[in-house]
């Protein structure tokens, strides 16, 4: 038997991550604590790594926007009525009709500050700075009957987990070994930019064919007139991504279901079908704006941009001046050569098989036959020998949910009113088990 730490504290439902899956399930507690009367003591806590829950803070660039309608925000597609939506931020905010005069997206920096505009709403629920180290089982008889959650500083013990802590940068292989202040994941863009203290390395390579890839070297290129990049693409370079409105019927509540419904090698295929509508591919506007930027250098004579298309890396050194990258086109097997001063990688996110916090909940995880967690249709991890408890993935369940399940805000709201129906439906009598 291992009971829960005496020193702990008991939640009801405790969630990692406090980004945009964590806050539209801290709507809907909220939602549904003040239909009852007020804020339930102990019945929700967010644990966040973060200071704040900035959106995506490394890539605030100067004009950029958000890819998606503004009602698909933390809560519009599960209830309009909301207390929460961007609608009722705008209005709070004196803008509601500035906005509907706009003709564009929401930016970034707006779509960032509705996310701690809601945030500030609901800090009650949320403790911030707040690592968490570990998830151990909680044990009676060799049955998992609750989740042992520690940190610096701070243990919690509940039968209702939700990780809501986001898909991990991809990094590829070969740059591992040279991760640091030079070589670094877009997601840390800005922090990197601002540790150069204005100091700016001249001659960089960029990695992707997706938007932050784009967004970097426009941001890179734009802040001197000397630095040079070097974008490195496996395919032909930078494609619109699929913006008709029939491709991305795929975001529709329905067709989640109908994602789910199919075998693993329909869903493969399906996917492929459909990732154009949210990989590898950058906005109108910010494929017009690299064109027209190696367009207009080649009229007057200079190259700050250049596309170095159908290539992969051979190989990547670090030399004295910087990094040596060997890189050969895939068709001709021409090798090309450059020295660079950094580099960035623009190659989006990935979701494990297992993430890594549940490594100490092993014996415990039903997996299928590649190994990957088995999820429902409600985003509940199956369990082999527990007695009650709820483990979701809020935001982690790509393979089995489909594309909207990734980096977008498509089922962000959706997905949050799912998992807290599944936990009233299958709800577990609320007891410190500590006691």
Not at 16 to 34: M, S, W, Y
Not at 349 to 357: F, R
Request: hydrophobic share 40%; proline share 4%.
């Amino acid at each position: 038997m291992k009971p829960a730490s005496k020193s702990s504290s008991y939640i009801d439902t405790l969630c990692i991550g406090f980004g945009p899956a964590g806050l539209a399930l801290a709507c809907v507690f909220d939602e549904k604590f003040a239909a009852k009367g007020g804020r339930v003591k102990r019945g929700f806590l967010a644990l966040e790594k973060a200071l704040t829950s900035a959106w995506h803070p490394n890539l605030l660039l100067t004009n950029t926007d958000i890819n998606h309608h503004v009602y698909r925000d933390l809560v519009t597609p599960r209830n309009p009525q909301s207390p929460y939506s961007f609608a009722m931020y705008l209005k709070e905010k004196n803008r509601l009709y500035k906005f509907g005069l706009l003709g564009r997206p929401a930016s970034r920096f707006e779509w960032s500050d509705y996310m701690g505009w809601v945030a500030k709403k609901l800090e009650g629920y949320v403790q911030y700075a707040s690592a968490v180290t570990g998830i151990e089982p909680i044990e009676e008889e060799g049955e998992l009957v609750g989740f042992q959650v520690e940190g610096e500083g701070f243990s919690y013990h509940t039968r209702k987990l939700v990780l809501s802590n986001g898909s991990s940068p991809k990094i590829p292989e070969a740059y591992r070994e040279h991760l640091g202040s030079h070589v670094f994941h877009a997601s840390e863009y800005l922090d990197r930019l601002k540790a150069f203290a204005g100091d700016i390395p001249k001659r960089w390579l960029v990695l992707g064919s997706g938007q932050s890839a784009g967004e970097v070297i426009a941001d890179l290129i734009g802040k001197k007139d000397d630095i040079h990049v070097v974008s490195l693409h496996r395919s032909i370079g930078f494609k619109v991504a699929q913006l008709g409105q029939f491709p991305n019927l795929v975001f529709l509540p329905e067709n989640i279901e109908y994602f789910k419904g199919l075998e693993p090698e329909g869903r493969d295929r399906f996917f492929n079908h459909v990732k154009s509508t949210n990989y590898s591919g950058i906005d109108v506007d910010e494929s017009q704006h690299l064109y027209s930027l190696i367009y207009e250098d080649e009229v007057i004579g200079r190259e700050r941009l250049k596309m170095a298309v159908n290539s992969q890396l051979l190989s990547l050194e670090k030399v004295q001046q910087g990094y040596q990258v060997i890189v050969r086109d895939t068709f001709t097997g021409a090798l090309t050569e450059y020295e660079v001063d950094a580099i960035a990688l623009g190659t989006g996110y990935e979701q494990s098989a297992v993430p890594a916090l549940l490594g100490q909940l092993e014996a415990f995880l039903e997996k299928d036959a590649e190994g990957h967690l088995v999820v429902d249709s409600q985003y509940q991890v199956q369990l082999r020998n527990s007695d009650g408890v709820q483990l979701y993935v809020n935001g982690l369940s790509e393979r089995t949910h489909g594309i909207s399940d990734a980096q977008s805000f498509s089922a962000v709201a959706f997905r949050a009113g799912i998992i807290h129906e599944s936990m009233q439906a299958n709800a577990v009598i609320p007891v410190d088990f500590s006691i």
